[in-house]
């Protein structure tokens, strides 16, 4: 249920209307927007409760939701979440670009993939330390080495950083070094991951179970938020459906739908999403024209040889740079800007 009351009704109103709501026991977020405050309740409201609050000075509707989610959905928080993070806004008008390897693999790697990030305008370096593969023998990643390697390769080259969590005992060490933490598609109702990210202080990209419908993903996401972490972002990495040719098939409805029923920003990734490295640059187009908030991108300057399979999708530096270029003239057309010359490093807040 949420109670909607106008952008007039003083401070001292709304807060006797969550008083209210927290004598019966129930939980109350209140999202205040441009043009009316919504106040959600959280818990089982009864019938009584209903009518006394829609009797409320100030108050100018009261209305039940039947969605199983509702911290992450539109209708308890009408304005866009906007993570701001060391200078860098997701989910605003700012279109962001993490680029970089599927696997953290070297410093020297690492280091390099980053300055080509930097240089070409993206904001977030992205890199995995701890790898889940599908197989039990193949390369697991360096751990927590190679948080350390990517966080000094972010600081030094004025970049975010974001790395896969997969487990709730590595949360802490991942969110002490990495900026933003991710959890993978097969991760996605690992309950006990979830649970734990809503304490874990830093933002979080949540990828869509790649056979979770949005409802499912939503209700994930839910989770962190209840949890009492406020910074989601939603990503749709391709889902499994009939078709081969493509590692996955990525669901480009997913983003105008998820951003309709839900405030959280939504990233595409059209590395996962397609497997093909010549399908990443159009999916990358049509995912920004679709109204995402942001890409996520694997690139790497040895693709042949990366250490994990996923070197057929990740792009050449070149490509990596001419794409942003692109970027750059297509984000103005569907209201976004993004800007391929950034500040130098120095002069990027990061570490502060
Ligand atoms: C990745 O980002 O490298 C990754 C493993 O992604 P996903 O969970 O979408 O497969
Ligand atoms: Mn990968």
Known sequence: MIVITSNTTPEEQI???????????????????ADRTVIGLIGQ???????????????????????????????????????????VEIGGDELVVMGGPCAVESPEQIDEIAGLVKAAGGQVLRGGAFKPRTGPYSFQGIGVEGLIMMAEAGQKHGLLTITEVMTPEYVDICAEYADILQVGTRNM?????????????????????????????????????????????????????FESYTRNTLDLSA??????????PVISDPSHGTGRREL??????????????????????????SMTGDGVQSLFPDQF?????????LAPLV???????????????VGV
Do not use: W
């Open 189 to 241: 109702q690992n309950f006990d991951l979830l649970r734990k990210l809503g304490t874990c202080g830093k933002p979080v990209l949540l990828k869509r179970g790649f056979s979770a419908t949005y409802d499912e993903l939503l209700n994930a996401a839910e989770y962190i938020l209840a949890g009492g972490n406020p910074d989601v972002m939603l990503c749709e990495r391709g889902i499994r459906t």
């Open 335 to 349: 209201g976004r800007t993004f800007s391929t010359s950034k500040a130098p490093a120095e002069a990027f807040k």
């Open 280 to 305: 990443v640059e159009p999916m990358s187009k049509a995912s920004v024209a679709a109204g995402a908030n942001g890409l996520i991108i694997e690139m790497h300057t040895d693709p042949d040889n």
């Open 255 to 264: 983003i105008p739908v998820l951003q309709q029923l839900s405030h959280l």
């Open 15 to 33: 807060a006797d209307i969550v008083r209210v709501i927290e004598k019966e026991g129930l939980q109350a977020s209140v999202s205040k927007g």
């Open 321 to 329: 740079a001419a794409l942003l270029k692109d970027l750059e003239k």
């Open 45 to 87: 409201v009864n019938p009584q409760l209903a009518e006394h609050l829609r009797q409320m000075k100030g108050v100018e509707n009261v209305v039940k939701i039947t969605k199983s989610y509702k911290l992450a959905s539109r209708d308890f928080h009408p304005e866009n979440t906007v993570i701001k993070i060391k200078g």
